[in-house]
């Protein structure tokens, strides 16, 4: 069972992931109406892998035995002014994710927490991984100045990335 601190705060960490979820799916709409393929492709999966994330925690809130309070999902933002700028987006969403994580480590330590914080360890490799992959994107992206034949060759790539349910995954 839970504190009922680190509860509430797996419950927000539930709506932070379909945040993220609904915000990716969103960025995927924005690159379809700019008819990159390969980019919104590429959110497409990366909302669904939130969406997963999401559902991690809400299945250990369940197994253990915590309420599941689901929340409003904020409205993402809809326009950019190119990829660049949403892949700054991208980035910045995913270090606050990354705090948001850090954050519930720091409750788990401090409510002596050890399932919970065991079950984090994954989310810190993950958040890592997020981050260097945004980032790379985004340093491409600045490299062919978000535009031209580089821009066109990079959609190409991304749309080659395959979804990986990261639920089998998170032992």
């Known amino acids: 069972m839970f504190s009922?601190?680190?509860e509430k705060a797996l419950n927000d960490q539930i709506n932070a992931e379909l945040f993220s979820s609904y915000l990716y799916l969103s960025m995927a709409a924005y690159f379809t109406r700019k008819n990159l393929p390969g980019f919104a492709h590429w959110m497409n999966i990366q909302?669904?892998?939130?969406?997963?994330?999401?559902?991690?925690f809400f299945n250990f809130?369940?197994?253990r035995g915590g309420n599941i309070e689901l929340q409003a999902i904020e409205k993402p933002a809809f326009e950019w002014n190119g990829p660049i700028e949403v892949f700054e987006e991208v980035l910045k969403h995913e270090q606050k994710v990354t705090s948001l994580?850090?954050?519930l480590v720091n409750i788990a330590i401090e409510e002596k927490d050890h399932a919970t914080n065991n079950k984090l360890q994954w989310?810190?490799?993950?958040?890592?991984e997020e981050e260097?992959?945004?980032t790379e994107i985004l340093e491409q992206l600045k490299i062919v100045e978000g535009k031209g034949?580089?821009?066109l060759l990079l959609d190409r790539e991304l749309k080659t990335r395959?979804?990986?349910?990261?639920i089998t995954q998170a032992v």
């Open 162 to 166: 395959i979804f990986v349910n990261p």
């Open 149 to 151: 034949q580089g821009l």
């Open 47 to 56: 909302s669904q892998e939130e969406n997963a994330h999401g559902m991690i």
């Open 123 to 128: 989310f810190i490799a993950e958040q890592v």
């Open 61 to 63: 809130v369940n197994e």
């Open 101 to 103: 994580i850090n954050n």
């Open 4 to 6: 009922k601190k680190m």
């Open 132 to 134: 260097a992959n945004a």
